[in-house]
Structures are given as C-alpha cells and as structure tokens.
T-cell receptor, first 113, second 113 residues
Framework: GAGVSQSPSNKVTEKGKDVELRCDPI?????LYWYRQSLGQGLEFLIY????????KSGLPSDRFSAERTGGSVSTLTIQRTQQEDSAVYLC???????????FGPGTRLTVT | AQKITQTQPGMFVQEKEAVTLDCTYD???????LFWYKQPSSGEMIFLIY??????QNATEGRYSLNFQKARKSANLVISASQLGDSAMYFC??????????FGTGTSLTVIP
C-alpha cells in the first residue's frame, strides 16, 4: 500500500510569512508524529497525535508552531511568522500503535530567506 | 523523561567487516522499546530493528542485530558483513509510556571498499 506522503517536498518562504506543511499517514495508522531535523542534526520531536486523544504538544518550540489532524488522518503543521532558524527538514511519521516502528514520509525541506 | 546518547559521530568500516554502533539510553519507564533507523544521503528514514525492554533475546534482522544489555542501558547495533550501501547516518531511538520517540544525534557510517 501507499506509504506516508508529505507535501510540498520543498518550500522556500520569506521571513515573516506563514507556511503549512501537510502529512498524509498510512491508512489505518492511529499515531502520527511530526519531527524537525536541522542540517546534520538528529530528529527533534515536535508533536504527537494518537487517535482521538488530545495531542502531545510538548515538543513545539514556540507558539508560532501549531498542528492539527483532521478526521484522524491527514495532519497539517503550521508555522506562523517564519524565522530563519525554522529552516529545516520537517518529517512526519505514522505507526499503528505509538510503541511500534514508525514509518516516515520523505519530508518537507523548508527554507526561510 | 527519556534520553538517547550516541557517542560516535562518525565511524569507518572496511567492506565485509562487522561494525558496532553504540547507543545508551536513560528512561524511568519499566516498559519501553528501542529502535534503530538508517538515513541515507537521500534523506528517508528507514526502520531497521526493534527491541522490546522485556525481550530476553537480542533482536536480529538479517545482517542487523541489536546487542541489548538492559542493566547497562545499552542497545548497540551490530552490522555484519558491511556493504557499500550501508554508508548512511544511523539513529537510535527510544519510546516509552508516553509514546513519544526520542532520537539520538546519530552516527555517520562510511563503508570503505
């Protein structure tokens, strides 16, 4: 079946603009995660959705970052008033249960100029 | 809180030799999972192997094995018979009761022909 998809694959935006990044998880996966990976760095946890439960937002770096998951499927990560330090690859992953292996999407490379 | 430490930023191995990538972890959870992922230069995250904290046997998947030493809180990845295609970043991760995943900073492996 189809894997995790993300769009856009690349996004260049001007400082101060808002951006939306989309993640379409594997069908039937209840858990969805967003991560940020800066150049040459590891993965930084941002937010976690599990079913209909309230999301775990503990990793969001500032109130400029928000995410939602509609209908338990597609998720959108929104970054308001982008800053240059937001430039990174944003990875989405899904899993059937939070405890088991995650399947990652190809990522969105965000560049803030 | 959970934490993963990968102390080897870069490793080199001769083709066909075995290599061990180190990973130590810290967690207060009684039940947790340990994961290894591979990230080639193309950027995708590829799941390699999983070890549950209550599993008494070390996990193996083809040429990958996980040397799990619970008392020492280590979960080293062993790659046998290295191939040129194994050159990549390798990330160790832990997931526990909160279902968050925490990743280490990664180890860059280069296989030398």
């Amino acid at each position: 079946g189809a894997g995790v998809s993300q769009s856009p694959s690349n996004k260049v935006t001007e400082k101060g603009k808002d951006v939306e990044l989309r993640c379409d998880p594997i069908s039937g996966h209840t858990a969805l995660y967003w991560y940020r990976q800066s150049l040459g760095q590891g993965l930084e946890f941002l937010i976690y959705f599990q079913g209909n439960s309230a999301p775990d937002k503990s990793g969001l770096p500032s109130d400029r970052f928000s995410a939602e998951r509609t209908g338990g499927s597609v998720s959108t990560l929104t970054i308001q008033r982008t800053q240059q330090e937001d430039s990174a690859v944003y990875l989405c992953a899904s899993s059937s249960l939070g405890f088991y292996e995650q399947y990652f999407g190809p990522g969105t490379r965000l560049t803030v100029t | 809180a959970q934490k993963i430490t990968q102390t080897q930023p870069g490793m080199f191995v001769q083709e066909k030799e075995a290599v061990t990538l180190d990973c130590t972890y810290d967690t207060s959870d009684q039940s947790y999972g340990l994961f290894w992922y591979k990230q080639p230069s193309s950027g995708e995250m590829i799941f390699l192997i999983y070890q549950g904290s209550y599993d008494e046997q070390n996990a193996t998947e083809g040429r990958y094995s996980l040397n799990f030493q619970k008392a020492r809180k280590s979960a080293n990845l062993v790659i046998s018979a290295s191939q040129l295609g194994d050159s990549a970043m390798y990330f160790c991760a832990i997931s526990g009761a909160g279902n968050q995943f925490y990743f280490g900073t990664g180890t860059s492996l280069t296989v030398i022909p």
